[in-house]
Antibody, heavy 121, light 107 residues
Framework: QVQLVESGGGLVKPGGSLRLSCAAS????????MSWFRQAPGKGLEWVSY????????YYADSVKGRFTISRDNAKNSLYLQMDSLRAEDTAVYYC??????????????WGQGTLVTVSS | DIQMTQSPSSLSASVGDRVTITCRAS??????LAWFQQKPGKAPKSLIY???SLQSGVPSKFSGSGSGTDFTLTISSLQPEDFATYYC?????????FGPGTKVEIK
């Protein structure tokens, strides 16, 4: 079955960096586009970034552009999010998600359990 | 960016009730509309894509409809496990955007 397991969250000071990982299993990782979303405490869902199946295409939300970098290692079935210059408003649970194919292309079909990032001094 | 709104923001319903949630886009998005369910402390779960197609494994008590700017999610007979927050999301254009959510509570 499809599994997505995030790791790497934690407490970091403003201006600091953190790298999130998402380990994928149960499907052919290299065939799928992947995405990161986040949810601030008590708030709604926000899309953060997207990466194509080969890793050559990436999109970012304006709120993280220039500070966050999405990448993937298809040999390791892993997705990453490098987060630099972190701000208090980046505090959230970060989810990795798989994008669907064919008729479901463009939206997510499976989500990980999330990892909490807290930016505070 | 395309703005998504949902109504109501919350509702109270009883087990067995039929529940309908409405989602509206600030501009036409064809049928590029998805619905998600989220329970407290849990990850979102994908329910519906392309406005009306059920994701694999999602029970048929969930149904979606609409096109253009107006969409609905219907739960035909509410069960205890359905009490959650429901979000719509447009994926017609980047950035993909979510509605603010509708919290379905037990009456």
């Amino acid at each position: 079955q499809v599994q997505l397991v995030e790791s790497g969250g934690g407490l970091v000071k403003p201006g600091g960096s953190l790298r999130l990982s998402c380990a994928a299993s149960g499907f052919t990782f290299s065939d799928y586009y992947m995405s990161w979303f986040r949810q601030a405490p008590g708030k709604g869902l926000e899309w953060v970034s997207y990466i194509g199946s080969s890793g050559s295409t990436m999109y970012y939300a304006d709120s993280v552009k220039g500070r966050f970098t999405i990448s993937r290692d298809n040999a390791k079935n892993s997705l990453y999010l490098q987060m630099d210059s972190l701000r208090a408003e980046d505090t959230a649970v970060y989810y990795c998600a798989r994008l669907g194919q064919l008729a479901a292309a463009g939206t997510t079909d499976y989500w990980g359990q999330g990892t909490l990032v807290t930016v505070s001094s | 960016d395309i703005q998504m709104t949902q109504s109501p923001s919350s509702l109270s319903a009883s087990v067995g009730d039929r529940v309908t949630i409405t989602c509206r886009a600030s501009q036409g998005i064809s049928n590029y509309l998805a619905w998600f369910q989220q329970k407290p402390g849990k990850a979102p779960k994908s329910l519906i894509y392309a406005a009306s197609s059920l994701q694999s494994g999602v029970p048929s008590k969930f149904s979606g409809s609409g096109s253009g700017t107006d969409f609905t999610l219907t739960i035909s007979s509410l069960q205890p496990e359905d009490f959650a927050t429901y979000y719509c999301q447009q994926y017609n254009s980047y950035p993909p955007t979510f509605g603010p959510g509708t919290k379905v509570e037990i009456k």
